[in-house]
């Protein structure tokens, strides 16, 4: 279904009250943000809204996690000066989100933005209890959400809110909306998805999902050797699930009637310890020797999967090909990400490591989308509904 947008509606002359995703790490002994990147995602939203001329903008956000009391360290005073930085505008911090003293406050503040106090220090924003919602949604005309790393959650900011008044999507829910919403279910094709990480049971939701559209399945990194596992293959001492050999078995099964085209890796990069390596060696073959871990695929599977990939029109990627965390063994996850950008693939990223391994090798602005939520987007990419999308309102 597709849903109303922020480029939808009127904005003029209305209070627009707006959850973003500010959860922004901070330093734990002077509290201040070590990386802003969040706060710097909202601004086009924001800009976008304040250029419409709305009575007033009011900013709603999570951080950390105080579990309904008021924790003094989780305020988001560092969070507003940040923004009043980046906005070049003022913008009213208020000390609580919900109440009469917080209306009033928002009536009588002079500055146009204001951000509301943590949400999470009321148990009642995870809860999603309706009388907080309903308390958050008098304080505006318009809902907005821009927040899709909890968009999977159904808390009273993301989604109770949504019952009360009209609620449309900002603009970086649009982009999450069309890429890993839209052109995953009806991807242009062929259709190649790239599946790694550390296990198989934190991608299965996604393979289950991806495998009725899939033309190509490259399976890569930690969970790749539970596959080989499954057909056989000695892995040595490489990372392993062993209560999910058979589920893994099952799915190269589904994938061949499905006719989908599965490449597993057929060489790696191995050594005898991972933090402390004595021998760091390349096999010639598909097989591990004994006492020996694979940290990355090898040059051999670097070229066949390029193969496998370079006449795909949609690419889905979830999961770095190796432990691209040490640069001795990031190659391959590098090489592969360089190669989609050269393709004529629209190239969707989802999952935390995978962005940051895509933000690592500086090919951020060469992908059609690199998803900002970690747990939403493997929900999104297993198909799931999202709560906080689900409630937002739908086109006319
Ligand atoms: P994402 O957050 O993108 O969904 P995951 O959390 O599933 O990705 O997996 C990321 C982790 O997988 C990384 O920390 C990486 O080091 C690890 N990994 C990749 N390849 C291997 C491997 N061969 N052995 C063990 N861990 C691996
Ligand atoms: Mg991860």
Redesign the pocket.
């Known amino acids: 279904m597709n849903k109303k947008s922020i480029k939808d509606i009127p904005i003029k002359g209305k209070s627009i009250i707006m959850r973003v995703d500010f959860n922004v790490p901070l330093d734990k002994k002077t509290l201040a943000i070590t990386d802003d990147t969040r706060i710097k995602a909202a601004l086009p939203t924001i800009e976008y809204i304040l250029k419409k001329s709305p009575k007033k903008l009011i900013l709603m956000t999570h951080l950390g996690r105080p579990d309904g009391q008021i924790k003094e360290e989780l305020r988001l005073g560092p969070v507003a000066n940040r923004l009043q930085e980046l906005l070049k505008t003022p913008v009213t911090k208020l000390n609580d989100c919900v109440g009469d003293n917080i209306k009033a406050a928002i009536a009588s503040s002079k500055d146009q933005v204001v951000l509301l106090e943590n949400l999470r220090f009321h148990s009642e924003e995870e809860e999603n209890d309706v009388n907080f919602a309903k308390k958050l949604a008098s304080m505006a005309d318009i809902y907005v959400n821009d927040a899709f790393g909890t968009a999977h959650r159904a808390h009273a900011s993301t989604e109770g809110i949504a019952h009360y008044i009209p609620s449309v999507s900002g603009l970086l829910l649009d982009k999450e909306i069309e890429y890993l919403g839209k052109s995953l279910e009806t991807p242009q094709k062929p259709f190649a998805v790239i599946l790694?990480?550390?296990?198989v049971s934190?991608?299965i939701g996604v393979i289950e999902n991806l495998l009725d559209k899939t033309n190509t399945l490259v399976i890569?990194?930690?969970m790749?050797?539970t596959f080989l596992k499954a057909q056989g293959v000695p892995i040595g001492n490489?990372?392993l699930e062993k209560d999910k050999i058979d589920l893994a078995k099952e799915t190269l099964e589904k994938a061949k009637e499905k006719n989908v085209s599965v490449v597993l890796p057929v060489d790696h990069l191995i050594v005898d310890n991972i933090d402390a390596p004595t021998r760091l060696e390349t096999t010639n073959g598909q097989s591990i020797p004994d006492g020996m871990?694979?940290?990355?695929i090898g040059p051999k599977t670097i070229e066949l999967f390029k193969k496998a990939l370079k006449d795909a029109k949609t690419i889905c990627w979830?999961?770095?090909?190796?432990?691209?965390?040490n640069d001795k063994y990031a190659k391959g996850t590098k090489e592969i990400g360089d190669f989609i950008t050269t393709t004529r693939a629209v190239t969707i990223i989802?999952?935390?490591?995978?962005?940051s391994?895509v933000a690592k090798f500086g090919l951020e602005k060469k992908m059609t989308h690199i998803s900002t939520g970690?747990g939403a987007s493997?929900e999104y990419m297993e198909g799931k509904v999202l709560p906080g999308i689900a409630a937002l309102n739908d086109k006319e």
Do not use: H, M, R, W
């Not at 871990?293 to 990355?296: F, G, L």
């Not at 979830?318 to 965390?325: A, K, Q, Y």
């Open positions: 790694g990480g550390s296990k934190d991608k890569g990194g930690g790749a050797y490489s990372k871990i694979a940290v990355d979830n999961g770095p090909l190796g432990i691209f965390e989802g999952g935390g490591d995978t962005a391994a970690g493997l």
